[in-house]
Antibody, heavy 115, light 109 residues
């Protein structure tokens, strides 16, 4: 059974940083691309970033986070990450990790950017 | 950046059929956009219904089907049930960059 478990969300001040983690199980993690998708309160879904499988050599980002967010993965830990820097109020959202784009979803972790 | 379009809202009577569409500002939607369809109920995590235009997951009810229709991706719900009331999002990929549509609120009434 595929399972995705996010962690790392919380309250952060504008300009601050957070690192989200997503631990995967139930499939051969290293071979699959993985993604982050977010949903601001009361809003729709927004793709944030994706990383390729087999080493994560290909990374892509939404324009809204490019230069501020970094996606990475550690296949030895079946985990991938989203390092979020220079956070803004508009980054406030539930962040979901996903297998590919997106076949399976994690439960989400809330990131709140507020003073 | 491409813009994905969906109907803002649709209403369907129980047992009837409704078709949701997903268009692209760049032109006709093709299988090369790898269309996805997601269902999200209030307070819940999105659930993937359809991927790569027509492929269902094991949990996708048989009454949902995906297709290409008139230059758009389409999600057809045949025989709507009260539990199908939800927000439905499509997603299209543009050279590996995914873009979500704004969602369609489906009311079963």
């Amino acid at each position: 059974e595929v399972q995705l478990l996010e962690s790392g969300g919380g309250l952060v001040q504008p300009g601050g940083s957070l690192r989200l983690s997503c631990e995967a199980s139930g499939f051969i993690f290293s071979t699959y691309a993985m993604s982050w998708v977010r949903q601001a309160p009361g809003k729709g879904l927004e793709w944030v970033s994706s990383i390729s499988g087999s080493g994560g050599t290909t990374k892509s980002y939404a324009d809204s986070v490019k230069g501020r967010f970094t996606i990475s993965r550690d296949d030895s830990k079946n985990t991938f990450y989203l390092q979020m820097n220079s956070l803004r109020a508009e980054d406030t959202a539930v962040y979901y990790c996903g297998l590919r784009t997106v076949d399976y979803w994690g439960q989400g972790t809330l990131v709140t950017v507020s003073a | 950046q491409a813009v994905v379009t969906q109907e803002p809202s649709l209403t369907v009577s129980p047992g009837e059929t409704v078709t949701l569409t997903c268009g692209s500002s760049t032109g006709a939607v093709t299988s090369g956009h790898y269309p996805y369809w997601f269902q999200q109920k209030p307070g819940q995590v999105p659930r993937t219904l359809i991927y790569e235009t027509i492929v269902k997951h094991s949990w996708t009810p048989a009454r949902f089907s995906g297709s290409l229709l008139g230059g758009k991706a389409a999600l057809t719900l045949s025989g709507a049930q009260p539990e199908d009331e939800a927000e439905y999002y499509c997603l299209l990929s543009y050279s590996g960059v995914p873009v979500f549509g704004p969602g369609t609120k489906v009311t079963v009434l």
